[in-house]
């Protein structure tokens, strides 16, 4: 095929002529070469698996509530706001050269993602158990959260999203929000709880390996000619940037 005739060259040449699109991210399941040579690099693909039957190494008296349909708009919302906060902090200590790219989440895709999963529940499986009310958990005590997605097929429990407010106690807070995430998890007799790209003090904390991932390896292109791919980090590179599709911001 030639390149004039490769779709994906054709898809290329169609977002460079798009205004006011600076990058562009997918998610490939074919490996790191196929789309990289077309131009979209592949970033960080890791992941961490934590049993439900996994005993978290510290408790506290963190205090949460169930992230529920009606409160989940505005948890999006205030995460949307932090994470620009967060960027224009992180930006004036980034070199020039590096870029710093950012999908934001949106509560219509996370709320796409929860119907999918009664649909499955109750058509699909035709589990007696079907309403699936809790969507995450927060701490009532801080900007601390978790949201997960319900992947009853594959017997597992999504992080999506999750976010420690750099005030609260960080390890009480994060295995308050994992001990949460288990407790949902065993809800549904499911086997494990899977988070994306987790920091290394995660892994740290928990004693549990962070590994590599071969499958929906997030790539991202630039549709400018500076800077390269290779000098962009992608800030929350985490599950719910899979489902989101619309609104991408780039600071640099």
Known sequence: MTDSLDPHRLIWSQIERMDNVEFTFLYSDVGPIFYARV?????????????????????????????????????????????RET???????????????????????????????????????????????????????????????????????FIVRWRVDPLASQAETVCALMGA???????????????????????????????HRDSAIPSIGLTVSSPTTSSVEWVMNEKYSWYVSSFVLRYG
């Open 87 to 157: 960027l224009k902090v992180q930006i004036e200590t980034t070199p020039d050269f590096i870029a710093l790219a950012a999908v934001t989440p949106e509560s219509t895709c996370l709320q796409w993602l929860h119907e999918r999963s009664r649909f499955v529940a109750a058509h699909q499986l035709k589990l007696e158990q079907h309403e699936i009310t809790s969507l995450g958990a927060r701490d009532q005590a801080s900007n601390s959260f978790v949201l997960w997605y319900h992947d009853l097929l594959r017997s597992q429990l």
């Open 181 to 211: 995430a288990q407790t949902e998890a065993k809800k549904w007799n499911m086997s494990k709880v899977v988070i994306w790209n987790p920091e290394q003090s995660l892994g740290d904390l928990l004693g549990l390996e962070i590994v």
């Open 39 to 83: 131009g979209w690099v592949p970033k960080r693909s890791e992941e961490m698996v934590i049993p439900t039957n996994f005993a978290l190494p510290v408790s506290g008296e963190v205090v949460l509530d169930i992230v529920t349909d009606q409160t989940l708009g505005n948890l999006v919302a205030l995460d949307a706001r932090l994470l």
